[in-house]
């Protein structure tokens, strides 16, 4: 298994999102008017007229709603290496009209309705994210060869 | 019956052509028009797809045929679903009185394209800010991802799937130029090699260059030509309430297209219903998106369209022929306007090999993420 190497843009776009995982948190966008996340941002777009977006804190709790294992390096400048990957796409407790895109820790079988939480971790030179089943216990004690009980 | 085709004409797909976007589009052009006796200079009107072509703008394809007085050109909705809805586009300008004679075509060169067919994708903003760093990129891998939702709401097996291109591979062979002829079976499918769980390179649509064209005019004029006029019975719009940026992640209504909502008014505006359908040329960039759209168009109910094809519905001799050129899985990659091309090949019984017996009426789709049209068309009986 492998960690996709395509590191996110450093944009006005991209950044509130990863401005928050670099400080282990999941933010997302919320309207102040209605209190609607909206997902994806629409650039320079406030939700409700008058209102605006305030990037807001959620704890990265949620249930993978479908996922694929990608074998096939289709990111641009990848190869055969950096594959395979699980991508998920997770309901999240704290905005349940959100799918967000994610990626399964390595050494995880993905099965729809399995409750995750997000990790924090540094990849290369910056912060990034990974959702792993919730009581299957530490990465680390699986990856030195504990069972999947 | 207020319009119909009357003439279509393509260039042989290839895997390269080398020739730019443009030639390739003229030469389907001209060969339309030349397949309904009519002159370029009697073109006033260009209906065409308005986001994915690049490189055959609709002011060079008309100076290149001589239209002398363009005085309709429109572009609309994304992909098979721009092309398809062109047609509608079409019927509107001629109806209004708009313009009497509207081309529509389409051409692509993937095999120059930068980054290839998953270019339009690298580019979006969104997908590069929330997908791309968590390796989701790519459209078998957003099929694939609604293949492992469908496995899980109402089940699906490699059979089934299988049964999908193993039908177009069929008809493709009845083809002559398609560019997938090798016969295959199942036992072929499931040999093919895992590119996005579930989904095999087999899922996927070739990735070729190629053009396709077609000629509407009014049809009281179309009588008089040089073919037999297909009508346009009724075609149908819609959309799902998200950003083409979104469609593949936050569709609330993640295994529906929007085909719902264009078939509906396609049937509505035909008066027709889906069993009044002979032939289907559904929009087939992956195995997903026929199964989809065959349970969205009322052909099968949801959650039955894997069933429904595994049963022998689609493929040669079932109760709706699918596809009947072999479609973008297996003749060429010619993004909807192919099907286009098909529907009224068989209506008109010019199929050889290739025809299906007592074709008198087509639904045509084409898919652009959330946007969808539908297309009935039927001879003129």
Known sequence: MAVPSFAPPHTVYAGPFWDGVAANELRLPRCTGCGAFQWYPLAGVDHCAGATLEWTSVRAVGTIFTFTVVRRPFLPGSSKADVPITSVLVELDDAPSVRLVGRLTDGFDPVIGTRVSGEFFDNDDRRDLQFTPLGAGEKSSRLNGGSDG | ?381
Not at chain 2, 56 to 63: K, N
Not at chain 2, 121 to 130: G, L, M, S, T
């Open chain 2, 1 to 381: 019956m207020s319009v119909a085709i009357v003439g279509v004409g393509e260039v042989e797909p290839a895997w390269k052509h080398d020739r730019p976007v443009l030639g390739l589009v003229v030469d389907a052009v001209r060969r339309a028009l030349d397949d309904a006796g009519l002159d370029g200079s009697e073109v006033d009107g260009i209906a065409i797809e308005g986001e994915t072509m690049h490189g055959a703008r609709a002011d060079e394809v008309a100076v290149a045929i001589g239209a002398r007085d363009r005085r309709f050109s429109v572009q609309t909705s994304v992909a098979g679903a721009g092309v398809v809805a062109a047609l509608q586009m079409a019927e509107l300008a001629i109806d209004a009185g708009l313009a009497d004679v509207v081309v529509s075509y389409y051409g692509i060169s993937l095999s120059t394209q930068v980054g290839g067919p998953y270019n339009v994708h690298a580019e979006d903003p969104a997908k590069a800010a929330f997908e791309m760093p968590f390796g989701f990129f790519g459209q078998p891998v957003y099929f694939a991802a609604l293949a492992q939702r469908y496995a899980h709401e109402y089940g699906l097996t490699a059979e089934q799937l299988g049964s999908v291109p193993i039908a177009a591979r069929a008809f493709a062979r009845r083809t002559p130029g398609a560019l997938a002829q090798e016969a295959l079976d199942l036992d072929g499918y499931l040999a093919d090699r895992l590119v996005s769980d579930p989904l095999r390179r087999l899922d996927c649509c070739l990735i070729n260059d190629a053009a396709a064209a077609f000629v509407i005019t009014g049809t009281e004029r179309a009588r008089d030509l040089r073919r037999p006029p297909v009508l346009v019975a009724g075609t149908g719009f819609g959309t799902k309430p998200v950003t083409e940026a979104g469609y593949f992640t936050q569709n609330p209504q993640y295994l529906e297209m929007a085909s719902v909502e264009s078939g509906r008014r396609a049937f509505a505006a035909a008066g027709l219903t889906p069993a009044d359908v002979d032939i289907a040329e559904i929009y087939d960039c992956f195995t997903m998106s026929v199964i989809l759209q065959l349970e969205d168009l009322g052909f099968a109910a949801k959650g039955e369209g894997a069933a429904f094809c595994a049963a022998g519905s689609i493929g040669p001799g079932g109760r709706l022929p699918t596809n009947t050129h072999g479609g973008l899985l297996s003749q060429s990659y010619t993004v909807g306007a192919g099907h286009v091309v098909e529907a009224v090949r068989q209506l008109r019984g010019e199929r050889g090999d290739g025809q299906i017996e007592g074709a008198e009426v087509a639904v045509v789709t084409g898919l652009g993420a959330m946007d969808h049209a539908t297309a009935l068309l039927t001879k003129d009986r």
